[in-house]
């Protein structure tokens, strides 16, 4: 018997097996394709979105990246049902994007969101209540609790219209009318849009409290260290495509490198060691390529003092900032193949036309 079929090691392949959980996927799109119409003669424009497809899994918060006009927010009407694609296919907890029954199943808050302003908070929750057919002390017990949830003040919800609501209230009240019908999936675009950092800080720790209620959470933003903070994975879109998908510690790596700060030593042996080094206020600092304890070693040598060193990982915002870069590079070289590959092909029906 070989070593590959011994019992223990088929008990240890079970034991992994079995340790391996496969989380329902809760949302999916197969080549999504959306191209709008505009004018008189509803001519198509270039595409909002081209061959998306993704996968979401139950109770994971999922973030969509992208700079303005990268296709955030067609993608998440196609996946609302607001509008239909031109190509492909989407479904949320196994139905088709659009089914009725799926969408009481679910929670929206909208970059801009209209309230009926002459409403009181109140007011406008028990109304949207009434719509999934609340009533009574259910509805009310679910209206307080939502209030206490986003941390509206009780006057303010049921003495103030919300004409008079600072963007940071309304965005609550917009948080909690999307958590009315306690949905399984909850769609927020743009959460943090013009709000301050009190206000930011206070809706990121309400979506980490439907993080740990097991709601799956969809979201768009720019603010990328919000999303770094709160998502399990994140997926980058530019000009209707995916540009990469995947968990934020995967995509970010394991760097091989680190940031040191120190002082003393001797300048001929740091060169050696350190690259970029700079001078300020009797410190220096540099970036280390080499083996960090050896490193150390060596600045006892040399009787220099080591105040920081901390493994340089690149932030969310840089790696977007790289792979939007490194796609739209890779788009303008093939552009200029293209162009370069249909000049011969001019040429040749120009010389057939002279020759005839």
């Known amino acids: 018997m070989n070593e590959a079929s011994t019992p223990h090691s088929i008990n240890s392949a079970a034991s992994a097996s079995q340790s391996i959980v496969h989380t329902p996927t809760i949302i999916k799109t197969q080549d999504l394709r959306k191209v709008?119409?505009?004018?008189?003669?509803?001519?198509?424009?270039?595409?909002?979105?081209?061959?998306?497809?993704?996968?979401?899994?139950?109770?994971?918060?999922?973030?969509?990246?992208?700079?303005?006009?990268?296709?955030?927010?067609?993608?998440?009407?196609l996946l609302l049902g607001i509008i239909r694609p031109t190509a492909g296919e989407a479904s949320l907890m196994g139905q088709p994007a659009g089914d009725s029954a799926t969408k009481a199943r679910i929670g929206y808050l909208p970059e801009n969101p209209y309230f009926y302003d002459y409403l009181t908070g109140w007011e406008f929750l028990n109304y949207t209540a009434g719509l999934f057919g609340l009533s009574g002390k259910t509805k009310n017990r679910r209206i307080a609790d939502l209030l206490d949830l986003v941390q509206l003040d009780r006057h303010s919800a049921t003495k103030k219209q919300m004409r008079r609501y600072s963007k940071g209230m309304l965005q609550r009240v917009g948080m909690a009318q999307a958590l009315i019908n306690d949905p399984e999936i909850v769609f927020l675009d743009e959460p943090m849009s013009g709000l301050d950092p009190t206000g930011r800080f206070q809706v990121r720790e309400i979506i980490l409290s439907l993080k740990e209620q097991g709601k799956t959470l969809f979201f768009n933003s720019h603010v990328l260290s919000d999303v770094e903070m709160i998502c399990d994975r994140i997926a980058i879109l530019d000009k209707g495509e995916i540009v990469c998908m995947g968990a934020i510690d995967k995509l970010l790596g394991n760097p091989a490198y680190y940031r040191v700060k120190g002082r003393g030593g001797s300048l001929d042996i740091l060169d050696r060691w350190l690259r970029d080094i700079t001078f300020e206020g009797g410190f220096w600092q540099g970036t280390l390529y080499e083996n960090p304890f050896e490193f150390m070693a060596t600045a006892r040598l040399m009787n220099a003092t080591v105040t920081k060193l901390a493994v340089a990982k690149p932030t969310l915002e840089e790696f977007f900032m790289a792979q939007i870069q490194q796609q739209r590079a890779i788009a303008t070289q093939a552009e200029a193949e293209n162009r370069i590959a249909a000049k011969p092909s001019k040429r040749r029906r120009l010389l057939g036309k002279l020759s005839a």
């Open 36 to 77: 709008y119409r505009t004018g008189f003669w509803l001519k198509a424009a270039p595409p909002s979105l081209k061959q998306c497809s993704l996968e979401i899994y139950r109770g994971e918060t999922f973030g969509l990246l992208g700079p303005n006009g990268a296709g955030k927010t067609t993608l998440l009407k």
